[in-house]
């Protein structure tokens, strides 16, 4: 099938110039002879009219040239179309580019597009508010909101915002409700994650994988502190890692586990962002998982690699 890509580009995000990327992305796709269409991203995140175009145009790709803001507001509006994505990464931070190993250099991330290596990834959701990377309350949503009022973008400035916060911090309530258990926890922040970081390749969640079917938890508690009225069904008897968990609520500041759906009680109203953007806080938030959602360009595993070459070489 001749592929036909559309470049949608967020003029917004980051810090850097996009002249240089269209011309790039003209000079790319000329050379392989690829159909392809520049547009704007919109700040309403409406791409409505593109499934109108991908329908009748026979779009095959779509390519977010931006950050994690740019990438959840695309795939939440197109994900249920039969189209491939692409991320070109261009924001602050850049999350989910780096969790699927998209090289930040634009040269390279479209190589690896061209290349056409396409992988599934999971997303979920959070009160029925779409969310494919990393999403969270308390402390880092607060960063969040207070980087979307600055005038400048960038690095530098989340960081400054970072700093800011980190000695203004104070811990919320919750209560984490799960299938098989409850606890209440005075906790700095909740993370939800599919990928295994917050952006530039700074590691929150270790064991996520975009391809496994859970969502991987992090909460970092106020130190010493955590109340542990829970609930515990008949069949968590015996349960050696509920054990663990329960053993590690009294001692670490830092809880770790992974599930596919989940129930978090506000108790203090924390601040709340989705995917590093700020978004209304609620009393309460259920999250769950979507299989699969949709398939993004990402290079080959290394171990896929070289299998690949090996069998290119007893072909030939």
């Given at each position: 099938?001749?592929?036909?890509?559309?470049?949608?580009?967020?003029?917004?995000?980051?810090?850097?110039?996009?002249?240089?990327?269209?011309?790039?992305?003209?000079?790319?796709?000329?050379?392989?002879?690829?159909?392809?269409?520049?547009?704007?991203?919109?700040?309403?995140?409406?791409?409505?009219?593109?499934?109108?175009?991908?329908?009748?145009?026979?779009?095959?790709?779509?390519?977010?040239?931006?950050?994690?803001?740019?990438?959840?507001?695309?795939?939440?509006?197109?994900?249920?179309?039969?189209?491939?994505?692409?991320?070109?990464?261009?924001?602050s931070?850049?999350?989910?580019?780096?969790g699927?190993?998209?090289?930040?250099?634009?040269?390279?991330?479209?190589?690896?597009?061209?290349?056409?290596?396409?992988?599934?990834?999971?997303?979920?959701?959070?009160?029925?508010?779409?969310?494919?990377?990393?999403?969270?309350?308390?402390?880092?949503?607060?960063?969040?909101?207070?980087?979307?009022?600055?005038a400048?973008?960038?690095?530098?400035?989340?960081?400054?915002?970072?700093?800011?916060?980190?000695?203004?911090?104070?811990?919320?309530?919750?209560?984490?409700?799960?299938?098989?258990?409850?606890?209440?926890?005075?906790?700095?922040?909740?993370?939800?994650?599919?990928?295994?970081?917050?952006?530039?390749?700074?590691?929150?969640?270790?064991?996520a994988?975009l391809?496994?079917?859970?969502?991987?938890?992090?909460?970092?508690?106020?130190?010493?502190?955590?109340?542990?009225?829970?609930?515990?069904?008949?069949?968590?008897?015996?349960?050696?890692?509920?054990?663990?968990?329960?053993?590690?609520?009294?001692?670490?500041?830092?809880?770790?586990?992974?599930?596919?759906s989940?129930?978090i009680?506000?108790?203090?109203?924390?601040?709340?962002?989705?995917?590093?953007?700020?978004?209304?806080?609620?009393?309460?938030?259920?999250?769950?998982?979507?299989?699969?959602?949709?398939?993004?360009?990402?290079?080959?595993?290394?171990?896929?690699?070289?299998?690949?070459?090996?069998?290119e070489?007893?072909?030939?």
């Amino acid at each position: 099938m001749q592929r036909k890509i559309v470049f949608l580009i967020n003029p917004v995000s980051g810090s850097g110039k996009k002249d240089g990327i269209e011309k790039l992305i003209q000079q790319k796709a000329k050379a392989k002879s690829i159909d392809f269409e520049i547009l704007q991203t919109n700040a309403a995140g409406d791409y409505e009219y593109l499934k109108y175009k991908i329908a009748k145009d026979g779009i095959t790709d779509v390519v977010m040239v931006g950050g994690d803001g740019t990438v959840n507001r695309v795939v939440s509006s197109l994900y249920d179309t039969d189209v491939n994505f692409g991320i070109i990464p261009m924001g602050s931070g850049n999350g989910l580019a780096f969790g699927a190993s998209i090289p930040k250099n634009p040269a390279k991330a479209l190589d690896v597009i061209f290349k056409g290596n396409v992988g599934f990834v999971d997303a979920f959701t959070i009160n029925d508010h779409f969310s494919c990377m990393l999403s969270g309350l308390g402390f880092d949503a607060q960063v969040a909101h207070d980087f979307a009022n600055k005038a400048s973008r960038g690095l530098l400035t989340y960081t400054q915002q970072s700093l800011v916060q980190y000695f203004k911090a104070h811990p919320y309530q919750f209560q984490i409700v799960n299938d098989n258990f409850s606890f209440y926890t005075d906790a700095f922040f909740i993370s939800i994650a599919n990928s295994n970081q917050f952006g530039n390749h700074f590691t929150i969640a270790p064991k996520a994988d975009l391809d496994d079917g859970l969502l991987d938890i992090v909460i970092v508690q106020k130190m010493h502190k955590a109340k542990l009225p829970f609930a515990i069904l008949q069949q968590i008897r015996g349960n050696n890692d509920l054990q663990q968990f329960v053993e590690d609520m009294c001692q670490k500041n830092i809880l770790y586990f992974q599930a596919s759906s989940l129930t978090i009680r506000n108790l203090k109203l924390a601040p709340f962002h989705i995917d590093g953007e700020p978004a209304e806080t609620k009393e309460e938030f259920k999250i769950n998982l979507i299989r699969r959602c949709f398939k993004l360009y990402m290079p080959l595993p290394k171990q896929e690699t070289k299998e690949k070459s090996k069998s290119e070489l007893v072909e030939n």
